[in-house]
């Protein structure tokens, strides 16, 4: 994901660039395409050169694919990066008329266009660098840009590829690198990032900042509003990314290098999308684990965390997590490794969850995991698996237990007060 | 519209080349385009080499159109193409998958892909030139290649063009001339070009052959089957055209330089497009007639047929025809004019037909002109202006008499029997 910074600046130096990620829910009709237009606008009248990322209208991206699957069973990589990047061609045009209707130049440009240079994985491509040429020469002119998200292209192949989740946000924040910009900011449905998902825990609030490395933990530990990649960016070149609400005016969450608040814990993350999978009985000989997790990273197969129980008598179990979509491959290399090895069998359990405390407050501060694990219990939740860093301590749970994890934990450490208070809870 | 034809050939020259142009209803859903991959595929294992030209699916551009009428009232020519060239993306995509499945390789190459080059005029582009190396790369490499239609981009501005109506035929038809195809095949839902509309004249007789000239008179006169613009690219490079059905094999009609059948009419053409501008009294001196047209031109207006009437006291009248998408226009000049020469007034008739007689053979033949106007007297037809080419006679009628013109012409030259008793008819 290496961003080559380009030197030129030209007679962009004087004024500094804004670039804005707005995703489908944003510009998912006629009326939301005209607010972000208008929002654009008043950014540009504000003073700035602005650069607009949008992914696809609302659901279309969905449809696309309803539309292939009816074409065709099989996966065809190529054309369907053809067919889905025609989704964020039609709100970045629309967008595009929506900016010129207040007398304010605009120009829509495609992944391609853009220069948005990736890896030739279809359907999950890196970025490996940006031009971006078209991009300054369109500031230059005083217009806002309009770039499509989600979508580049290969020159090793010269094809047309997509990123894949949370592909837009990438684009945007690698953009807000390339041209220097003074941040990113990435509109979204909910107002920035809480201290725990507020559908679980209702008095979660929201945080004014949090550093990369805790966004990095926090995004990795299952909350949603950014993906990893794009906060992966953001601290690699320096981009303050701002998390907002597209409804709303009011500030969201900074996303930078160093924060104000010097809070321990910074929030509670929960992540649903994953299974467990163990293998039991197996040889405690030097070797197995690598036997058994060569053939899963080979299968391509994205192991998150991985426990082995205490050895008895010769043999112990592992159990490790994956995401669901990953979990028949999962399913299968193991079966494989199970008579390789001279393993006893391997199951899968569905009903897991894992539950993840993130400070960068923590590593100063002694008894943070004990505390954690007495608040489970008292909630009469049972821990399986745990998992730390430096800033992050994550448990997997029963599925059904997650919800009074989440709160319990937002609870016991006094999330929804103000910071002041928390080492007192 | 000239297209450089390239001297590269290849490895290509082994293999014939077909070019098959399939329309919006030929691509409309999800049968429709497993229909066009077979029918592609099919063609390919008879050993040619295939490129596929298609339309976007169904209303999907109607569709488009009115997403943007939601966004703005205002034309902005550049997002408007950028906005509609994602119809042809996603149907030449799924056009490619469903080839795929065919175990056949395939690719979809957008317009700029594909290297059509065009004049920078958004939404009536003309393509000025055609690279086609990935193209021919992709025939190279046994693939069918599938081409977007109606899309092209302009190397002046970088941006992408719209080719306008019937702009997806000309795709095929100028691809097929710089790939020295042997055959541009256009599947339409109609089973090829007709002596007259089968809709006014059920007895209607399919033309098995046609020459490019007859053609381009008869695309000129309102057959709607193909534009003039793809008849002329053919002329040109002496592409035979072949007019067939998407929905059965049978043969269509040949469009091409020379035809073995000598008829001497090939067919009745109307046309209810069209509206009639009347400027009445004019001074009768020289160049009043520039005065009127050359800012006609000016303004875009595309005047079809002109007449003046014999002067009367030393004023006259000059009626033209005009589209009906070009009249606001035209009544807005014409009126701008009766003011500088000193005419009486002009009014508009939008209830007026064009029906004309197309042949070849008419050159030849003594009297033609005299038995339409006779035909349509018995028809109780009047005429209001005449208009002839050594190919062609056209009359303006009444617009309530278009039907009775075209079936008293059809029968009276007895176009629906076979050509040897046409001269008996």
Known sequence: MVVPLCSYRGTLAAMSIVVQKFGGTS???????????AHAVATRKAGKDVVVVVSAMGKSTDELIVLASEVTDNRHPREMDMLLTAGERISMALVAMAIQDHGVGSTSLTGSQAGILTTEEHGQAEIIGIRGDRVREGL????IVIVAGFQGFSPETRDVTTLGRGGSDATAVALAAVLRAEVCEIYTDVDGVFTADPR???????LDEISFEEMLEMAAAGAGVLMTRSVEFGRRYRIPIHVRSSFHGGVGTWVKEETMEEAIIRGVAHDVSEAKVTVHGVPDQPGVAARLFEPLAEAGVSVDMIVQNVSLQGVT????TVPRADLDMAEKVAEAVVGDVGAAGADVDHNIAKVSLIGAGMTDELGIAGKMFRILADHGVNIEMISTSPIRISCVVRGDDVAAAVRGLHDGFALG???ESAENG
Chains 1, 2 share one sequence.
């Open 200 to 206: 679980v825990v209702p008095g979660a609030k929201k």
């Open 317 to 320: 179990d592992i159990s490790f």
């Open 140 to 143: 230059a002119d005083g217009k």
């Open 417 to 419: 007060e103000e910071q």
């Open 27 to 37: 510009v998912a009709d006629a009326d939301r395409i005209k607010a972000v237009a």
